[in-house]
């Protein structure tokens, strides 16, 4: 799997499946913003040839459009990615043909993709020769600073994508499975005067591609990356095994966590939250059971998410 520093050292490019004009423009104004002399956008995959518009700067440029992936021309001197914004539906057929690929990895946009999907194609990125670093389903996407933008990560509009400060490069890494509040977790680092080093949504939904120890794993090996922000939820298991790589000494940065979802201990059975996974079964993965757990093997929890804003403007 590639890591973060080879994404900053190499020369990124991009495939979309679908069509989501905001959000691929959003891409552009990154880019552009950034201060690249080219665009990372090298196609677009809708289901008939042609050309489609979007602006780089003030400039109108001309991307073309393809009926498949597999008749997408990829330059061999680039570290190339996909960013698939088909439906739910869809997404495992063109992710599932995406994998016949040399890609480095790319983020599935799509909620409500059903979770027999999902599983297929975790266990064919588990048994891909390649190791792609694949986000989602249901990702805002993965940032590296000056480097990638892949997906809505960061802000749409140009304005967004300035005053996130996501285009000069630092050492706070933000990880979260919400879209929402990883954007937030963005914000709230920005306006504590930080920069990041990268940020990804590894996806809400029960069975995402990269799970939560593996995208602590890549913050650990980044060597830009000081600290990480963290926002969980109730449900599911992932940080404890969060508390098994710091135990186990493979986890070794500064984190400041908050788990969200207390509010379900009020409730006689426990609450479907907004995520799929976000859904408490048993005391174990309880909001409040995570959170002494995290705090017991080192990390800062906090209780509040305005404590959690105050830790971070101390860092």
Not at 103 to 108: Q, T
Not at 160 to 187: C, D, F, R, W, Y
Not at 275 to 290: E, N, P, Q
Request: a neutral charge; proline letters at 6%.
């Amino acid at each position: 799997m590639i890591n973060i520093e080879q994404i900053r050292a190499r020369k990124n490019k991009i495939v979309v499946i679908g069509n989501h004009p905001a959000l691929i423009q959003s891409i552009l104004d990154f880019d552009y913003l950034s201060g690249k002399s080219q665009p990372s956008l090298i196609a677009v995959v809708t289901g008939k040839r042609g050309y489609t518009k979007f602006f780089f700067g003030k400039e109108e440029v001309l991307f073309p459009t393809f009926i498949s992936v597999k008749s997408v021309p990829l330059p061999s001197d680039s570290t190339n990615w996909f960013f698939n914004i088909s439906s739910g539906r869809r997404t495992l057929p063109s992710t599932l043909e995406l994998l016949d690929f040399n890609y480095a990895g790319g983020v599935l946009f799509a909620e409500n993709v059903p979770e027999l999907h999902a599983h297929s194609i975790l266990r064919t990125v588990e048994g891909s020769r390649y190791s792609p670093l694949i986000l989602g389903p249901a990702s805002v996407g993965l940032l590296v600073p000056t480097a990638l933008k892949l997906g809505p990560i960061g802000g749409i509009t140009p304005l967004q994508v300035e005053e996130s400060g996501i285009i000069k490069p630092g050492h706070i890494a933000v990880l979260s499975a919400s879209g929402g509040m990883t954007n937030e977790l963005i914000s709230v680092a920005a306006l504590a005067g930080h920069h990041l080093s990268f940020a990804l949504s590894f996806g809400g939904d029960r069975f995402p591609i990269l799970s939560p120890s593996q995208a602590f794993l890549l913050a650990e090996a980044d060597p830009a990356t000081t600290a990480v922000l963290y926002y969980g939820e109730l449900g599911g298991l992932d940080e404890y095994e969060l508390v098994k790589l710091k135990e186990e000494g493979k986890f070794t940065k500064k984190v400041i966590a908050h788990i969200a979802g207390t509010v379900a201990d009020l409730f006689p059975e426990s609450p479907q939250f907004g995520h799929a996974k976000a859904k408490a079964a048993s005391v174990k993965d309880s909001a409040l059971s995570k959170r002494k757990a995290l705090r017991e093997a080192g990390f800062t929890v906090t209780d509040s998410f305005s404590a959690f804003v105050a830790e971070v403007g101390q860092l």
